[in-house]
């Protein structure tokens, strides 16, 4: 099988090392926040309208949105650590307009309704940016779209046909060697700051009323009882709050109710940031558009300017750990830095000595169907929603309004979609999951290194509607 374009002549390994030495461990985008002080954590017996289990974007959107609606309700939002700590304070900080992870899976998926999905997608991205500047969000926010570039023959091949960039074209855009052609969505994905992002919700949130507690995880949601007279009791470590409607919005951690914990899987995904570049290092590459990119592998890559110039550079590996676990421990992988950094110097070899300033990691929530799923529990005065899949930045905003119209009990146009009322097929246990993800981490591997052609393995994935990404 033939080498990928990212294996052929790459850095030494001494540049390698050279470039990492001295990158801070940790999500740069949460580095580069002010200090500030933590919000109280729950302690005691109180009653409240609704509950927010999670302080990451689906818990504070749903808080927001659920203040916007009803500014009388009472909304009080628990949090486990600190609020945007996890997936939300270390994305990439692409904000897509797509609910279904791109174009192909989801008229795969929901042929029928796939322009309605796409029309609220981008009606949702119009709204976040309305509410972005309606609060004065402060998130770095570009619209600036993103550009898919093909790095194999077969990829160019797949790119032919409306709003093709030539080899030129897509130089002229951003001067990599390692771009035969590309397309320029220009309307349909924002750049942003998460770390900014989920500290400003915090703070509109607040401001419409909402209680805000960090370092109160919630252990448990108690069995019913006559006592409760309907109300739901969440236990903490220093009290119980009852609540007549809750949201789980725990993203790839358990989830409180045991029935979905089979829905997704942690799958670690890897980060570099650079340093500031310099004016010259910025004119030889180009991007005076500030896109988003990303490549067409299966193994892909995706990669954006900061508003200071730094590049984020991230993706490629998928890599899980047996038994679901999600440990800090995994957050590191010296190998995955590695192999980023070697791959980014292939992109841009005339940035040849610029230097990492930060290395992170973390776990994303997968489902099989590669986007977000929907679930309720008691009656429905529960509702869930996990599996966004590494489009969350985005896509979580519409799943608070999912969840709110389900616990308020609402017919809308968003919950009559198949794709809410469905429920994707779950991971197999122990030790066949294990197995078949690394079987298909092998096999996209293989695909890579082969055309693109997908062997027997991942057809027979395809046609039974199973997955596994990053």
């Given amino acids: 099988m033939q080498a990928t374009v990212f294996e052929r002549s790459p850095p030494t390994p001494s540049a390698i090392r050279f470039s990492l030495e001295g990158a801070v461990d940790g999500s740069f985008w949460l580095a580069d926040l002010p200090p500030r002080e933590p919000f109280p954590p729950y302690q005691g017996e109180h009653e409240v309208d609704l509950a927010i289990v999670g302080g990451g974007y689906l818990?504070?959107?749903?808080a927001i949105l659920a203040k916007e609606r009803d500014p009388q309700r009472g909304v009080v939002v628990l949090e486990a650590r600190r609020v945007g700590w996890a997936a939300s304070g270390r994305n990439g900080g692409f904000c897509e307009a797509s609910?279904?992870?791109g174009e192909e899976n989801g008229r795969k998926r929901w042929p029928e309704e796939y322009?309605?999905?796409e029309a609220l997608g981008l009606r949702n991205l119009d709204e976040l940016e309305a509410t972005i500047a309606r609060y004065n969000i402060d998130c770095d926010f570009e619209r600036t779209g993103c550009l898919t570039v093909a790095v194999e023959p077969y990829q160019d091949?797949?790119?032919?046909g409306e709003d093709y960039l030539s080899m030129e074209a897509i130089r002229a855009?951003?001067?990599s060697p390692t771009y035969l052609s590309g397309q320029w969505d220009r309307h349909t994905t924002a750049m942003l700051h998460p770390g900014k992002l989920v500290a400003e919700l915090a703070r509109v949130a607040t401001g419409l009323g909402v209680r805000i507690h960090e370092h109160s995880a919630v252990d448990a949601i108690a069995p019913a009882s006559r006592?409760?007279?309907g109300r739901i009791r969440l236990r903490t470590a220093a009290g119980s709050l009852s609540a007549t409607r809750v949201?789980?919005?725990t993203n790839v951690f358990p989830s409180l109710l045991r029935r979905y914990r089979l829905h997704t899987v942690p799958v670690y995904d890897y980060v570099l940031m650079t340093e500031r570049l310099s004016p010259e290092q910025l004119r030889s590459i180009g991007w005076q558009h500030r896109q988003g990119i990303a490549d067409m592998a299966n193994q892909f890559h995706y990669y954006r300017l900061s508003r200071d110039n730094r590049i984020l550079f991230g993706g490629y590996d998928a890599v899980y750990r047996y038994g679901k676990a999600v440990d800090d421990a995994y957050d590191l992988r010296q190998a995955s830095f590695e192999r980023l950094a070697s791959h980014f110097f292939t992109t841009f070899p005339q940035l040849d000595g610029l230097k990492f300033s930060h290395r992170w990691g973390g776990a994303i929530d997968t489902s099989t169907r590669f986007c977000a799923f929907f679930g309720s529990a008691r009656g429905g005065n529960i509702a869930h929603a996990a599996g966004f899949t590494g489009l969350g930045v985005g896509a979580t905003r519409f799943?608070?309004?999912v969840l709110l119209d389900k616990i308020d009990r609402l017919d809308t146009e968003r919950t009559r979609l198949r794709m809410v009322r469905e429920m994707p097929p779950p991971f197999p246990p122990e030790p066949f999951a294990f197995l078949g993800i690394q079987a298909t981490r092998w096999s996209m591997d293989r695909a890579d290194h082969n055309g693109g052609k997908r062997n027997l393995f991942l057809r027979a994935m395809d046609a039974v509607g199973l997955g596994f990404d990053s």
């Fill in 115 to 117: 322009a309605q999905l």
């Fill in 247 to 249: 949201v789980l919005a």
């Fill in 59 to 62: 818990g504070l959107w749903t």
């Fill in 399 to 401: 799943a608070a309004n």
């Fill in 227 to 229: 006592a409760d007279q």
């Fill in 173 to 175: 855009e951003v001067n």
């Fill in 99 to 101: 609910l279904t992870h």
């Fill in 157 to 160: 091949e797949q790119l032919r």
